[in-house]
């Protein structure tokens, strides 16, 4: 496990808030992620065996770095952002196993063939499903489960229900949990691709 502290800008809760100002589509929360949901979200997704890890809407970085925290050195971390001001933050972070792709989760396969990654074992996804055209979050979540790994977690955290409705679509039932030691407090939605392509809810 990396052992390294990567610390946050100090500037990051006040970019975030302007980023949601901006485009509450895009952001789905006024502040970041509390360091008790990022815990959570690492540990749902079990990043510290996975060669590639997929966090997709990483914002200004705090679930970025817990999950490099847990991660391995020789592990990779794809971020995907679309938010331009997001994704210069998320490229200042001081860490070799770090790639970021500034466009859509959409184009997940895209990103990953950029970086000639392997299929990632773990995605991870902030990215607010319940204010995005319903269209728009079906590509993504079937982009996620083609470019997942079989055996693949996919840790979805959100404040609204619509990533389990629409998610059950494409990966099958799933597993959920609630951290409400987070403004506002989130529901954590998790999925594990079978060998067949269709996910199940985790154990």
Known sequence: MATNEI?????QRLAFFRGFLRNPQQVGSVIPSSRFLERRVVQCARVEDAPVVV???????GTTRAL???????????CIEINATFATFIQRIPDPRLRVFAGSAEHLGDAL??????QPAAIVSGIPFSTMPVAVARRVLRAAETAMAPGGRFVAYQV??????????VFGAAAMEVELLNIPPMRIYQWCKANGGRGKAPR
């Open 113 to 118: 063939a950029a970086w000639k990654l392997q």
């Open 68 to 78: 490099l925290r847990a991660m391995e050195p020789g592990s990779t971390l794809l």
């Open 55 to 61: 966090e997709l809407g990483p914002g200004t970085g």
């Open 7 to 11: 610390l946050p800008p100090p500037d």
């Open 160 to 169: 609204r229900s619509r990533v389990h409705t629409l998610g059950t679509e």
